[in-house]
Structure formats: structure tokens, C-alpha cells
């Protein structure tokens, strides 16, 4: 079999295939056997698609197939050290994104979130986009009051029939009770107007109780990543203000439940930890426990004051 060197291009006779040298040269050359099977071609593998924007990530909704977050740190972050790894990428709240979800489920998604987990959902969750978290708080609290108001009235309305069995049996003695003055003003126009003006009370609330907690973690140089992520923390914690419905001890639930969710989701929306979001929190709580002391130590010292302790009365010489 003749051959020929691709390097000084001399012809040779050789009687097998495969690496052998050139015997004028000394190159190394390859004589591949035509007789031999050709190889498979490699498979090409393509790569995952990219979400699109809001598609369920690791965290909330179902992940896309083969997903993983980019490499490169969010903006806000900041330099991250040598060898750290980078914090998990934002991605919109399943309320935020009700247009493809659904009203329904996304308002149950993100209130589950932001209940149950609020330190994984305040550490992701997208603070560009307070409109919904807004939505979400005012809604929650909306829906909460209404329900507190229906169950406040028809217990109102039972404990004034109450009181006028008692008023007739005691001729009409009980109607100059202070109690009883209170719970007749309980009226059906009154429960109306509270009705009306829920949205816009619970609109302001979240906007009122947002600027507080923003305006005491600035004091604490707490807040770096402004006002916006204090207000998404702010809007969808105030969605556990929907257990106010509960009768009776709802609000005490849901005012502590909200205090727990609100530190934990400060502290991870601005990157500052618990403490400063503690300080935040309940430093309102404590001055408004201060000045409740405060109005009832004056009320104990005015009836130590009062006619009461000016000596026992007069004699009348009986």
C-alpha cells in the first residue's frame, strides 16, 4: 500500500493503517483505515431556556425544568466577598403576577409566603413593584375589618336587646348607664359609614404604618435600600391582618403575627438583620404603652385627689 508524508510529501509502501513515522522524515503521520466504521456524531445538548420575566424561580410557583439563578448578583447587593455565594435572585410575588395566575391564587400564594415563610419571601420577593404589595395590604386589611364590622353589629344588636329587657324591668333605670349609651350608638348608619370608609382608612394605614418604621430605621441607619423595600414588607405582612375576621381574639392575633413577619421581612428587604427591624417594629408599641401609662397614672392621681381624699365627711353629732 503506497503512502505519502504530508510534511515532506515523499511517497513510502506500508502495509498497515494508523500512527506510524515517515521513513525519509521521521514525522508522525496517520493513515486512517477506510474500511472502519465512522464515529457517532456528538449530540448536541441545548441549554435550558431563561425564564421570562416573573416566571416562578427557585422559591414561589413551580420552578422551570433545569433553572438555576444567574450568577450575578441582583443591584443592591453590592461587592461580594471571595468565594461567597450570591444571594438568590428577585422575582415578583405571586400577587404581582395575578394577570397569569389568577386573582385568587395569587392573593392565597403570597399570603402564604409572606405568613409562613416571611424570611425567605422578604429576602426574594421584587421591591419594585409596591403597587401590588399596596393592593395586597389594603385589600387584607379591607376584607378583615368588614368582616370584624358584621360580627361587631349583630353582637352590638343582641346585647341592646338584652339591655332593653333589663331597662323595662328596672323602669327604664338602665338607659341613663353609661354602657348602655355607648352600645345604642352603634347604629346601622354608623356601621355603614365604618364600612365606606374602610378602603381608604386601610389604603392610609399601610402608606402611615410604612413611614413610621422607614422613618425610626433611618434613625438606626437601617435602611439602605430605601423606601420602596419598607413599603413592600409594610404591604403584603399587612395581608395577616385578614385573621381579624376571627371573632373575638383576632386582632390581638393578628397584631402580633404582623410584628413577627414585619422584623423578619425588614430585616431581610433592606439587609440590615433583625435588630434594627426589631427597633423599628416595636419601639411605636412601646411609646404608645408609655403614654397609655402615662394617661393612667394622671386619671389614679386625679381620683387620689378628688373629694374622696379630702378626710372623712362631718359629723352630725347622731
Not at 358584621?150 to 346585647?159: D, E, P, Q, R
Not at 430605601?226 to 391582618?241: C, E, K, R, W
Amino acid at each position: 500500500m503506497r503512502a505519502r508524508c504530508f510534511r515532506c510529501q515523499e511517497t513510502f509502501d506500508t502495509d498497515r493503517f494508523g500512527t506510524q513515522a515517515c521513513p525519509k522524515c521521521g514525522s508522525e503521520i496517520y493513515l486512517p483505515d477506510p474500511g472502519a466504521a465512522a464515529p457517532a456524531p456528538v449530540a448536541q445538548v441545548e441549554p435550558p431556556p431563561f425564564p421570562p420575566q416573573g416566571a416562578g424561580g427557585p422559591g414561589w410557583g413551580a420552578p422551570l425544568p433545569g433553572w438555576t439563578p444567574p450568577a450575578v448578583p441582583p443591584p443592591g447587593w453590592g461587592a461580594l466577598p471571595p468565594g461567597a455565594v450570591p444571594p438568590p435572585a428577585e422575582q415578583s410575588a405571586p400577587f404581582a403576577e395575578r394577570a397569569r395566575r389568577g386573582f385568587f391564587h395569587g392573593f392565597v400564594d403570597t399570603w402564604k409566603l409572606a405568613a409562613i415563610e416571611p424570611a425567605r419571601f422578604f429576602r426574594q420577593v421584587r421591591i419594585s413593584e409596591t403597587r401590588s404589595a399596596v393592593l395586597f395590604g389594603a385589600l387584607a386589611l379591607t376584607l378583615g375589618n368588614w368582616v370584624s364590622l358584621v360580627f361587631g353589629y349583630f353582637t352590638a344588636s343582641a346585647t341592646i336587646n338584652i339591655v332593653g329587657q333589663i331597662t323595662r324591668r328596672m323602669d327604664g333605670r338602665v338607659d341613663s348607664l353609661p354602657l348602655a349609651q355607648i352600645i345604642r350608638g352603634f347604629t346601622l348608619q354608623s356601621f355603614i359609614a365604618q364600612a365606606i370608609a374602610t378602603p381608604i382608612l386601610a389604603l392610609i394605614a399601610v402608606y402611615l404604618t410604612a413611614s413610621v418604621f422607614h422613618l425610626l430605621l433611618l434613625v438606626v441607619h437601617g435602611a439602605p435600600r430605601g423606601f420602596d423595600a419598607t413599603l413592600t414588607v409594610v404591604g403584603y405582612a399587612s395581608g395577616i391582618f385578614l385573621i381579624r375576621a376571627l371573632p373575638v381574639c383576632g386582632a390581638v392575633i393578628a397584631m402580633v403575627w404582623f410584628a413577627v413577619a414585619a422584623i423578619q421581612g425588614l430585616g431581610e428587604a433592606q439587609r440590615t438583620g433583625t435588630g434594627k427591624a426589631a427597633f423599628a417594629v416595636l419601639m411605636p408599641v412601646l411609646l404608645v404603652f408609655l403614654c397609655f401609662c402615662a394617661v393612667a397614672g394622671m386619671v389614679g392621681l386625679a381620683g387620689l385627689n378628688g373629694p374622696h381624699s379630702a378626710g372623712p365627711p362631718p359629723s352630725t353629732g347622731i
